[in-house]
């Protein structure tokens, strides 16, 4: 059975804020993932909810890397006064410089971190009342310093995300991302790209021809799921290790969390989806992506550095090959994630606005929001600077290697 501690409370007329009257009664912490399913999912079938807080995205997550790392998981669940959920947080609790905060799971593995929502529910919460919901959860969890909410978009759905109001300033990165044509790929990527964009993409796809017989492969079965694993997780240690940077898809919880959120229960149709793009029966390229209604969401992609392809971009060619796909299946936006590339900005034409948010619940919570907001501010602010960029790259780098020395 999953312990919880609740907060119970009849709606008041007017809060402390002067916003109006609360419209959730109970505030249930849950710890037992395994009890919530039947209600997640049902809640997730209507809510306002990413890929990344589908119940079959966060279970494997918990169960592995959360495992693995030893994470204290918690879920938030808000009800009205008939019972019915309205929200429901996938909440992390984490320690870090004598601080105590919650955050969304998945941590940089998850490209949007959201609560889901009954949309309706969302659409009656202003500044006071979020501020006053959260700052309830966050008391009902106990022990907290601050809930630390970052790369969260402004709206989903065409609905603003509550949280998100509370915005300490916007996030170092967008996400970007483009709209599907439904059953006609070729017309969403003439419009999300320009004609000289197209033109490369064709020229490299002909030359691509020249190497032989392609296929664009998904892994369903355990052997397929696991080959495409493979090759993906082989072709970004190469890469990494070319950049001399640390790979943090090197982890055995990492297999276990893709190969698990890729094959599923059995109960329902997996959150995560692989893709490979085959050359004579090798993968050149792969893609890593995650599922919820009518929204794909991208959340790695790798190729073969090794490979006679590479100047051809096996990479993009898979990806304008799966946004075809996807548009057949009926999908009506594909985003490939937050972080600036140049591959983003040629095949999207739109963006989420992402922000993060700081809410302090104790004296020291107020000095952890102050750094934690500085913090994300540099670190934009660099992100928009070329210049700055290439500094930081280039310390980053002389750091690395400087540390095996000091070892």
């Known amino acids: 059975m999953p312990t919880a501690a609740s907060s119970l409370a009849t709606p008041d007329t007017v809060s402390s804020s002067g916003s109006a009257a609360r419209p959730w009664a109970s505030i249930a912490i849950e710890t037992d993932i395994a009890a919530l399913a039947e209600t997640w999912r049902a809640f997730e ?3 306002l909810a990413t890929p990344y807080q589908s119940y079959d995205w966060i279970r494997p997550f918990s169960e592995t890397i959360g495992a693995a790392h030893a994470m204290t998981l918690r879920y938030a669940l808000v009800r009205d006064a008939e019972g019915a959920l309205c929200a429901l947080l996938p909440l992390a609790i984490t320690g870090r410089g004598g601080f105590r905060f919650a955050e969304f799971i998945g941590g940089k593995h998850a490209n ?4 889901l929502y009954a949309p309706a529910f969302a659409a009656q919460l202003d500044i006071g009342l979020t501020e006053r919901m959260l700052t309830e959860i966050g008391h009902a969890i106990g022990g907290l310093d601050a809930l630390a909410f970052v790369n969260q978009p402004v709206t989903w759905q065409g609905v603003s995300n509550p949280a998100a109001l509370l915005a300490a300033g916007p996030s170092p990165s967008r996400a970007y991302k483009l709209a599907l044509v439904p059953g006609d790929g070729d017309a969403a990527l003439k419009r999300s790209m320009s004609s000289h964009a197209r033109k490369k993409l064709k020229n490299k796809h002909s030359r691509f021809k020249d190497f032989g017989s392609s296929v664009l492969t998904r892994g369903t079965t355990p052997e397929g799921v696991k080959q495409i694993i493979e090759a993906f997780l082989t072709q970004k240690a190469e890469r990494f290790r070319a950049m001399s940077v640390p790979d943090p898809f090197a982890e055995p919880a990492m297999r276990a969390f ?3 959120g890729a094959l599923g229960d059995g109960s329902t149709r997996p959150v995560i989806e692989l893709y490979s793009l085959d050359l004579d029966g090798r993968s050149v390229a792969t893609y890593v992506g995650a599922t919820q209604g009518e929204r794909f969401s991208g959340m790695a992609t790798s190729f073969d550095m090794g490979s006679e392809t ?7 060619l898979l990806l304008a090959e799966l946004i075809r796909l996807k548009a057949g299946e009926g999908v ?4 490939l994630g937050v972080g600036e590339a140049r591959y983003k900005t040629t095949f999207c034409d739109d963006h989420d606005d992402l922000v993060d948010s700081f809410l302090p619940l104790t004296l020291k919570g107020r000095l952890f929001a102050r750094i934690a907001q500085t913090k994300r501010e ?3 602010r660099i992100k928009r600077s070329p210049l700055a960029l290439k ?8 750091l690395r290697r400087r540390r095996p020395e000091a070892e």
């Open 378 to 380: 540099l670190k934009r």
């Open 45 to 47: 079938a209507t809510a």
């Open 332 to 335: 009506a936006v594909f985003d």
């Open 258 to 260: 893709l190969e698990r």
């Open 310 to 316: 590479v100047k051809t971009s096996p990479g993009e």
């Open 112 to 115: 949007y971190h959201m609560g």
């Open 391 to 398: 500094l930081a790259h280039r310390a980053s780098g002389w």
